[in-house]
Nanobody, 114 residues
Framework: QVQLVESGGGLVQPGGSLRLSCAAS??????MRWYRQAPGNQREWVAL???????NYADSVRGRFTISRDGAKNTVYLQMKSLKPEDTAVYYC??????????WGQGTQVTVST
């Protein structure tokens, strides 16, 4: 059974940092992504990492966020720096298996506020 469990969200002041984690289990995953959804907005893609290490970022986070992966633990991380109030959202981890099926985690809330 595939399972994705996110953690690491919370309340942080503008300019601060957080690191999100997503522990994946139950399959081999080729591509892992982070999305986010703010209240009243559509879900937005944030970053991806392919199993050989290729990464890509949305323009809104490039230079501030870093996605990485621990292959041995099948865990993907999102290091977020210089956080802004507009980064406030529920952050979701997704993983695509080598067979092409995609799975989503339950989400973790990130709030950037004074």
């Amino acid at each position: 059974q595939v399972q994705l469990v996110e953690s690491g969200g919370g309340l942080v002041q503008p300019g601060g940092s957080l690191r999100l984690s997503c522990a994946a289990s139950g399959s081999n995953f080729s591509v892992m992504r982070w999305y986010r959804q703010a209240p009243g907005n559509q879900r937005e893609w944030v970053a991806l990492i392919i199993d050989r290490g290729t990464t890509n970022y949305a323009d809104s986070v490039r230079g501030r966020f870093t996605i990485s992966r621990d292959g041995a633990k099948n865990t993907v991380y999102l290091q977020m720096k210089s956080l802004k109030p507009e980064d406030t959202a529920v952050y979701y981890c997704t993983a695509m298996t080598t067979g092409g099926h995609s799975y989503w985690g339950q989400g973790t809330q990130v709030t950037v506020s004074t």
